[in-house]
C-alpha cells in the first residue's frame, strides 16, 4: 500500500505560521491545483462552446449552481479540479470518475478572453502523474492500478512541504514543546548547498522526467535519484519553460552564487523585479544613459526580455491554430538587442510627439523584419512551431496581412503533420498504409525522431533489416533524449541472435533514459539467454519497479528465479503473469506450471498444464504440442 510519508497539509502549517501561510495562499504556487469552487474563468456562465480542429468534435461549458460542467457528446464530465484558478494565463479542468482523474483537452485564456481546445488531441485521457506532481503538494496512488488516486488524500497546490518536506515530525516535536523557538525536524532549503537548492525549483522548473513513482523526491536529495534531465534541441519542444536550465547557462548564474530565490521570494505572489541590483549598480549598464528615463531601471525588460514560447498552444477557431497563452521571461540573462528594441518601442508609441512616433515607426519596421528573418530561418530548420512564433512576435508588433498568411502556410504544414500521426495512432501497423503515413511524415520533416521510430519498428517485425537499422539509428540524432531507437535496435539483436550486442545497445539507451522499463527487460532477456541469471534478475526487477503490470518481465523473472533455484519465489512472479493476462496466455500459464514443478508443488503443476493446453488448443497455439508432451511426462 501507498503511506502518506508524512505530509500534513498547509493548514497545520497555519497552526503556528499563519501570517505565512497567508501570504502564501496569494502565490501562484498555492493555486497550482484547486479544487472546483476555484474555477474563475467566466465561460461557463452564460453556456459557451468550444469547437476543436477535430471535424464534428466540440465541447460545451455550463453552470449549474456551484456545479461547473463540461460536455462532450452525450457524456458530462464535472470540474473536479482546476490548474491556473484565476490566472493571467490558462485555466484547465480535470474531472473525477470511478477514482480516474480525467484532463479535459479544453482551457479558458484569459489573455483572450475565449476558449481554447489543445492542438494535439480531443479525447479525454487519464492524467499522468507527472503532470499531478508539478501542480500539487501529495496524493495517494490506489495500488494495483495504473492511474488511480484517492480523492481525499490529496493536498492541493505546490504548498510549504513540496519545499520543506514531510511535517508530520516538526509538527509532533512542536506540539509536545512549544517553548521550543527552533525549528526541529524540518528542513529549511535555504541550508542546502547551491546545487540541492537548484534541485527542489527543477523538479518543476525544469525539463525533467519521472524515474520511479511520482512524491517520492525529498528537498536535500539529488535531483537525479529521482527525475532524468532531458535536454530539448530547441525551445519548442520544452515540456516547462525550463527556467532553470536557461538561468544556468547565463554568465550571471556562471559567476555568482545566485540561486531562483535570489530574485523569487517563494513566499511573494510577485518578486524579482529588484534582484538584478543586488549584483549590479546603474553604471554597470553603459547603454543605461542611451536610453529614456523612464526606462533605465528595467534590467529584466532588456535582459530577460518576454517572448512568445511554443510549447503550450491552442486552438480557438479556425483560422487560428497553435495559439500561445501568452509570453514568458528569458531566464538566460543575456543581452538581446531586440529585447532593449521592445522596451523602447513600447515606450515610443506612448509619446505624442512626432518624433517619438517617427522612431516608433521606423523601430516597429526593424523590430519586426528581425523576426520574419528568425521565422524563416526556423522554418529552413524544420522547426516549424518555433517559425509559428517567430512568426506571432512580428504580428504583435506590426499586423501584416502578408505575414499572417505565410504564418499560415508553415501552420497548415504543421497541421498536416498533426494529422498524419493522428491517422497512424489509428491505424494498425501491421496495415501498408501505415508505412504510407510514416514515410509522408518523413517526407515533410526528415529528422522527426517519433516517425524514425515507428517506422524503424514496423520495418523490424516485417523482414526489412536494413531500412529498421537506418531509421532506428536515426532516433538518437534527431532526438538525443530519445532511447527509444537504441532499445528496439537492442530487441533486434536479441532476437537475432546476438544478446551479447543486445547488452551493448540496452547500456547506451541507459545512458539516454535510465530506468526506462522495456529497456530493462531487453536487457534481462538478453542477458538471460546469455545464462546471466542473477544479472538479468536485476534487470527484471527494474522493469517491474516502474512498471509492475508488465506480464512478460513477470514470467521472465519467475523463470529466472527457477534456474537460480527460488521456486517458491518463482511461483509469486509467475501467478502474477497468470493474473494480469487473464488466465488466457498459455505461455504465461505454462512458465507457472513450471514454477509449480521447481516449488515441488506437482498436483498444482499438473493443473496449471491442463489449462494451459486448453487456452493453447483454444487459441490455435503453436506451443499446444509442446504442452501436450510436457504434460505426458508429468502422467
Not at 453556456?47 to 463540461?70: A, K, N, Q, Y
Not at 498552444?313 to 483560422?319: K, Q, R
Request: net charge positive; hydrophobic share 35%.
Amino acid at each position: 500500500a501507498v503511506v502518506n510519508p508524512g505530509y500534513v497539509g498547509i493548514e497545520t502549517c497555519a497552526e503556528c505560521h499563519d501570517q505565512r501561510v497567508a501570504a502564501v495562499k496569494t502565490t501562484r504556487h498555492y493555486l497550482a491545483c484547486t479544487p472546483a469552487s476555484g474555477v474563475k474563468a467566466p465561460g461557463f456562465d452564460p453556456p459557451r462552446r468550444c469547437d476543436t480542429r477535430f471535424p464534428g468534435v466540440h465541447f460545451e461549458m455550463s453552470r449549474s449552481g456551484e456545479t461547473f460542467v463540461i460536455t462532450a457528446g452525450e457524456k458530462q464530465y464535472p470540474i473536479g479540479l482546476v490548474y491556473g484558478s484565476g490566472g493571467k494565463r490558462d485555466e484547465m479542468y480535470f474531472s473525477w470518475q470511478d477514482g480516474r482523474l480525467l484532463r479535459i483537452p479544453v482551457g479558458w485564456l484569459y489573455p483572450f478572453d475565449r476558449w481554447g481546445a489543445d492542438v494535439d488531441t480531443a479525447r479525454i485521457l487519464d492524467t499522468h502523474p507527472s503532470c499531478l506532481e508539478c501542480h500539487n503538494t501529495w496524493i495517494e496512488h490506489i495500488p494495483g492500478t495504473p492511474i488511480r488516486y484517492r480523492q481525499d488524500s490529496m493536498l492541493l497546490g505546490v504548498t510549504c512541504e513540496r519545499c520543506h518536506g514531510p511535517g508530520r515530525e516538526h509538527v509532533e516535536f512542536h506540539r509536545k514543546h512549544p517553548q521550543e523557538e527552533s525549528a526541529r525536524a524540518i528542513l529549511h532549503p535555504g541550508t542546502l548547498s547551491r546545487e540541492r537548492l537548484m534541485d527542489v525549483c527543477a523538479q518543476c522548473h525544469g525539463n525533467t522526467r519521472l524515474l520511479g513513482k511520482p512524491f517520492t523526491f525529498r528537498p536535500g536529495q539529488p535531483l537525479e535519484t529521482t527525475y532524468r534531465t532531458v535536454q530539448a534541441k530547441h525551445r519548442e519542444d520544452d515540456t516547462t519553460t525550463n527556467q532553470v536550465q536557461y538561468l544556468q547557462e547565463s554568465k550571471c548564474y556562471q559567476k555568482s552564487k545566485m540561486t531562483c530565490i535570489t530574485c523569487h521570494n517563494p513566499h511573494s505572489p510577485r518578486s524579482g523585479e529588484g534582484g538584478c541590483r543586488k549584483c549590479h549598480t546603474p553604471a554597470s549598464c553603459s547603454d543605461q544613459p542611451n536610453q529614456p528615463e523612464a526606462i533605465r531601471q528595467d534590467c529584466v525588460g532588456c535582459h530577460m526580455p518576454q517572448h512568445i514560447w511554443m510549447n503550450s498552444h491552442f486552438y480557438t477557431t479556425s483560422d487560428d491554430h497553435y495559439l500561445p497563452v501568452a509570453p514568458r521571461s528569458e531566464h538566460r540573462i543575456g543581452i538581446y538587442p531586440w529585447g532593449k528594441q521592445a522596451v523602447l518601442l513600447a515606450w515610443l508609441r506612448k509619446q505624442t510627439d512626432a518624433k517619438s512616433r517617427a522612431e516608433a515607426e521606423r523601430l516597429a519596421e526593424q523590430l519586426s523584419e528581425y523576426w520574419l528573418k528568425e521565422a524563416e530561418a526556423r522554418q529552413r530548420a524544420g522547426r516549424l512551431k518555433g517559425a509559428v512564433g517567430a512568426f506571432r512576435e512580428a504580428l504583435q508588433i506590426t499586423p501584416s496581412p502578408a505575414a499572417r498568411e505565410r504564418m499560415n502556410a508553415v501552420i497548415a504544414r504543421q497541421t498536416e503533420l498533426d494529422d498524419l500521426f493522428a491517422r497512424f495512432e489509428s491505424t494498425d501497423p501491421r496495415n501498408p498504409e501505415a508505412v504510407q503515413i510514416l514515410t509522408k511524415i518523413l517526407q515533410l520533416k526528415p529528422d522527426d525522431a517519433r516517425a524514425n521510430a515507428e517506422l524503424g519498428t514496423i520495418y523490424s517485425v516485417t523482414g526489412r533489416r536494413a531500412e529498421a537499422i537506418t531509421h532506428l539509428q536515426a532516433v538518437a540524432r534527431c532526438d538525443p533524449s530519445d532511447s527509444s531507437g537504441l532499445t528496439r535496435l537492442a530487441w533486434m539483436a536479441n532476437v537475432e541472435g546476438r544478446p551479447e550486442e543486445a547488452v551493448v545497445f540496452c547500456a547506451q539507451a541507459e545512458k539516454i533514459h535510465p530506468g526506462e522499463p522495456m529497456n530493462h527487460f531487453i536487457w534481462g532477456m538478453a542477458l538471460a539467454k546469455q545464462q546471466r541469471w542473477q544479472e538479468a534478475e536485476r534487470h527484471f526487477r527494474i522493469t517491474l519497479r516502474r512498471s509492475p503490470t508488465h506480464v512478460g518481465a513477470n514470467q521472465a523473472i519467475s523463470e529466472t528465479l527457477r534456474h537460480l533455484r527460488q521456486g517458491e519465489e518463482a511461483v509469486k512472479f509467475a501467478r502474477r503473469a497468470v493474473r494480469l493476462s487473464e488466465s488466457n496466455d498459455s505461455e504465461a500459464l505454462r512458465a507457472l506450471a513450471e514454477a509449480y514443478l521447481a516449488a515441488k508443488h506437482i498436483p498444482a503443476a499438473r493443473r496449471t498444464l491442463e489449462q494451459a493446453l486448453a487456452v493453447a488448443e483454444r487459441n490455435n497455439h503453436p506451443q499446444a504440442a509442446t504442452i501436450r508432451n510436457r504434460l505426458r511426462e508429468l502422467r
